[in-house]
DNA sequence: CTGAAAGCGCTTACAG
DNA sequence: CTGAAAGCGCTTACAG
């Protein structure tokens, strides 16, 4: 029972004409799409009846006016973007949320922020109130963004830990260190002797925990450090590249090496590859993430599994839980070896 | 001058507050914001200073509950997701549209609709008018979604031809047919004669243009026809691997194939490296897309580059028009051929 | 050019 | 359990 009005544009149905449907007042209606709390069955039947015949859908911004809740959720994503673009794991979490938040009925905004200028723009339009809460996703983790939505009192939950913000920021991340760790004791168990490392920014706790793990174990094992066996990425496919020809150059012995990253590994394998190394018999290489990336290369990466999929799952339950009024939690997941060819 | 009241939350500025603080009417206040028109110089002064010192962000919500329109895009996605979170043209094309529209100040809900039941739940939002218009993407082009959503009247632009809709719909694609003749005359010119194909899926315009395109050529080179030259693929990486299994299974003479897609063209190196064939030596490869995959695997592969920026662009301007009142409009925008190390 | 007023479609105390 | 009424923050004819 669509509307139509004199244009002959449709005019959706209002809660006006399901309460005249129903025969009740517009306050009962309202009741039964609000839970259906203090509402006699007879009503509540005669409603959903009626919503039914008429096609109704409530309109948000009615309900969004007087509720002062958005009921909508916003994705952010602050710095450089085509890192985040290139990066599988990127779409995998911005799925994962997206589906998450749907199974709610709530829709995601995409929201991105490269610049200086965009960041203001979308601090303001966020502040302003425009959704509920923030799913921040940021490579820098001191990004000032987060600390201004904590102090604007924003619900906000990122993904890995936003440096200097402590606990009072709400965060969802993998167990890095722990992850890191085990793909170097794969790499010890091997036989490898002289193992490489190319890290994460080590501006970001992702960078500096994998880096942590790998020098744990080596010093667990007895292995000596060598300094010229650590080079430095941003978690870019070239970047990887980058390190790997440098650890090379630095240490021609080196016959395994630990990428911080599935995308800094595939352009650690083309290095290799150029500078006719083997793999995995001359130098045996780990990734980090199992992104698609890890089976996209020939051979395929051995590699520690973050769980994308419950990350992305926790980060919407935390953030829901703290608009309903929860505290801020930290939610740390195990990662797991996926054993592949390059190892 | 953010408000707060008893409870300590801040409560941010109206219309009302700035009409006070400016000494001038809501009225008045509205007209400013709206383009400024009947508003004397010195009016739309006192409001532009009132609204800088009270750090006023209109409501959109009360504003769309009045003029019916909700200020935000829709970018729906159709099917099988997998497959284009996988890809990055995917992500070059989102990214495209979210930064086109953040030029005009609005925002863009991401949806998901993998299912049956999702895409009716998201059709019935959709059509409930909580976005202005939909930028579609869809694989199977046969989807009910566009017309569904042509019916309902819903502003709409499409990347790609839909199949079925004739020029009803808007739509933005590159010209398939010209970027695989560009291709196919290539791998002539370089003496190939048994060149192969891996198709896109025949079901949509792409997939049937771009092997159009192969056949054409190779009829004008006068190069004989040969049906086990020609595999189809869905544009996965996976497909690409199987595809070109079967070629050189069926053809094992084959000196050159022509891929639909970037990522279908990872998998046939995988092949073509696994049955030790030397690339560009023994079979030289030609891709399409130019995605980022082009560029992540070894050889660097040649390929014909779709104007991704352009797309997204265009997609933006012609929804926006459409949305202003304008008629559906088709856009087909040219390719280019890229030369790298894989022909 | 400007103000006063109506109204967009909802929710929520407030009485009953 | 239910209806009548107020009000969320804005825009837009309508008079002036």
């Known amino acids: 029972m669509t509307m139509t009005n ?3 544009r449709r005019r959706p149905p209002t809660i006006h004409d399901v309460a005249r449907e129903a025969g009740v007042s517009r306050g009962t209606v ?3 799409l609000n839970g259906g709390h203090y509402v006699s069955p007879a009503a509540q039947e005669a409603v959903n009846a009626a919503i039914r015949r008429t096609g109704y859908v409530v309109n948000r911004h009615a309900r969004s006016l007087i509720t002062g809740r958005s009921d909508s959720i916003g994705f952010l994503l602050t710095e450089p973007q085509e890192r985040f673009f290139e990066d599988p794991n990127f779409n995998v979490l911005l799925r994962g949320c997206t589906q998450a938040l749907a199974g709610h009925d709530i829709p995601l905004l995409l929201m991105l922020a490269g610049t200086e200028d965009e960041r203001r723009r979308i601090t303001r339009y966020i502040t302003a109130g425009h959704v509920d809460g923030v799913l921040l996703v940021s490579s820098h983790s001191g990004d000032p963004v987060a600390e201004q939505l904590r102090e604007a009192g924003v619900p906000l939950v990122a993904c890995g830990k936003p440096i200097g913000l402590g606990s009072k920021v709400s965060y969802v991340a993998a167990d890095d260190r722990d992850g890191a760790r085990d793909m170097v004791k794969h790499l010890v168990s091997l036989g490898r002797r002289r193992i490489g490392m190319v890290t994460g ?5 992702g960078g500096v925990e994998r880096l942590a793990g790998y020098r744990e ?3 667990e094992a007895g292995i000596e450090a060598d300094d010229r066996l650590v080079a430095s990425g941003d978690y870019s496919r070239a970047s990887g590249e980058a390190g790997a020809e440098q650890l090379l ?3 021609a012995d080196m016959d395994a090496v630990f990428v911080a990253s599935d995308l800094m590994a595939q352009g650690v394998l083309a290095a290799l590859h150029k500078a006719g190394r083997r793999v995995p018999e001359d130098v045996a290489v780990g990734g980090f993430d199992d992104s698609p990336a890890a089976t996209a290369v ?3 990466l051995t590699t520690i599994r973050q769980p ?9 339950r935390v953030l829901l839980a703290q608009i309903g009024g929860d505290d801020p939690a930290a939610v740390i997941l195990p990662t797991e070896l996926v054993r592949r060819d390059s190892t």
């Open 201 to 205: 920014p080590l501006d970001t706790p």
């Open 217 to 219: 174990v080596l010093a």
């Open 249 to 251: 150059d630095r240490a």
């Open 298 to 300: 020939t051979p395929a």
């Open 6 to 8: 004199a244009g002959g």
């Open 308 to 316: 994308w999929d419950r990350i992305s799952n926790e980060m919407v």
């Open 30 to 32: 309202s009741r039964v």
